[in-house]
């Protein structure tokens, strides 16, 4: 852990507390993208998922490996064990640096957790077809995500996203917050390259990663209810098998995995999950003082919402475009909703004249890159 963690702690204890004060639960789950090299003398290789999956659960991670679309693809996908969002941070945070060591358990020579594995597999879909390959090859730049699941339940343990418009409403909060806000989920420069493989590289059939700030249930800030984004049925489980264990009889229950997915953000080593745990639940509270006084449908803008991310880090000036550094060193609502709600409530109890807890995690988030940027000018 890095030593802004304590602080990050502290808040999402906060948050946590005060969520709890609302009378919800607070249920966000990440899911993270990656791929490994092999060592060049390596020729016949198949990964050992389960061994990996032992391994994490020993460490008490509450989550699990899974293979991906591309080759030496792999996803980390968290367990719905019912942990806090603060356990959810410590799992993501712990599992970025302890898979690299696992992997090279299995005679892994890398281990990548980057925006973009650059020529990580070929292949160009055939005309017309999903998943079908051509026989023509050519090399494809891989997009690696970061995604967060995001939703809440009542005092019964019932998910509210289908409730009274909720989690339309927490979706235009995301949507609302998403553009000022990338840094936190866009930490590196080649996250941004990321966003433009489809158009500069011409590779918009073979990849499906989203590239700009969208709703709806297909775009970069999806609400998924009774279908997901590929239009498929949400939440269906066996109900009747057969005697070759073969599912006979499936019902949908959509209504509990409704939810939220933030599908923007960039696999790096330089994510923070807790500061990414902090982005979400600070949009939640939005949500939820709003749910309480059952205005979520009275507040929801008709218009659709749509909009380019930055291109990069950095301002371009010649463009008078702001790049995601200045967007959230401008930005007011990350700091000055956390000083608020510092003031309100530390471990569930109310105080007055707490120091500004959004301003110091505002500067911490910020503090590595405008260091860079005075060592550049300086060089």
């Given amino acids: 852990m890095n030593n802004t963690t304590p602080l990050a702690v502290q808040a999402i204890i906060l948050l946590q507390n005060y969520i709890k004060q609302l009378g919800f639960t607070p249920v966000i789950h990440f899911e993270l993208e990656g791929c490994y090299q092999l060592d060049s003398k390596i020729k016949r290789f198949s990964l050992d998922y389960q061994r990996i999956n032992r391994q994490l659960a020993h460490a008490g991670i509450d989550g699990e490996l899974v293979p991906e679309y591309w080759y030496s693809q792999w996803e980390y996908v968290s367990l719905f064990n019912g942990q806090s969002p603060l356990k959810e941070a ?3 945070s712990q599992a970025l640096h302890l898979l690299p060591r696992l992997f090279a358990e299995q005679g892994i020579s890398k281990t990548l957790i980057k925006p973009v594995v650059w020529s990580g597999d070929k292949g160009k879909l055939a005309s017309g077809c999903g998943d079908i390959f051509s026989t023509e090859t050519r090399a494809v730049h891989i997009p690696n995500a970061v995604q967060m699941n995001i939703s ?3 005092s019964e343990g019932k998910n509210i996203i289908i409730e009274r418009g909720f989690g339309e409403y927490l ?4 949507l609302e917050t998403s553009f000022n806000c990338c ?3 866009l930490p590196e420069e080649e996250a941004f390259e990321r966003l433009a493989l489809k ?7 073979e990849l499906c990663s989203p590239v700009d700030i969208s709703g709806g249930h297909q775009g970069s800030i999806a609400l998924y209810k009774e279908v997901g984004k590929h239009n498929q049925a949400m939440g269906e489980e066996p109900v009747l098998f057969n005697h070759k264990n073969e599912v006979l009889v499936k019902r949908q229950n959509w209504q509990k995995t409704a939810r939220i997915e933030h599908r923007i953000g960039a696999s790096s080593m330089q994510y923070n999950a807790y500061f990414n745990i902090l982005y979400s639940l600070l949009n939640l509270i939005d949500a939820l003082e709003v749910y ?3 205005n979520c449908r009275k507040l929801l803008r008709k218009e659709v919402h749509h909009q380019d991310l930055p291109f990069s880090l950095y301002d371009n000036t010649e463009q008078e475009k702001l790049g995601a550094i200045s967007l959230f060193a401008n930005d ?4 000055e909703r956390l000083n608020k709600l510092s003031g309100q409530f530390i471990n569930g109890e109310q105080i007055s004249g707490q120091l500004l807890l959004g301003d110091k995690l ?4 910020l503090a590595p890159y405008q260091q860079k940027l005075i060592l550049t000018h300086t060089s």
């Avoid at 979706?171 to 995301?174: D, I, R």
């Avoid at 158009?199 to 059939?205: M, N, S, V």
């Fill in 362 to 365: 505002k500067q911490m988030i």
């Fill in 332 to 335: 007011h609502w990350f700091s």
């Fill in 199 to 205: 158009t500069k590289y011409g590779l918009a059939a």
């Fill in 292 to 294: 309480k006084v059952d």
């Fill in 183 to 185: 840094l936190i989920y």
């Fill in 171 to 174: 979706q235009q909060c995301f």
């Fill in 152 to 154: 809440a339940l009542d």
């Fill in 90 to 92: 410590n799992n993501l």
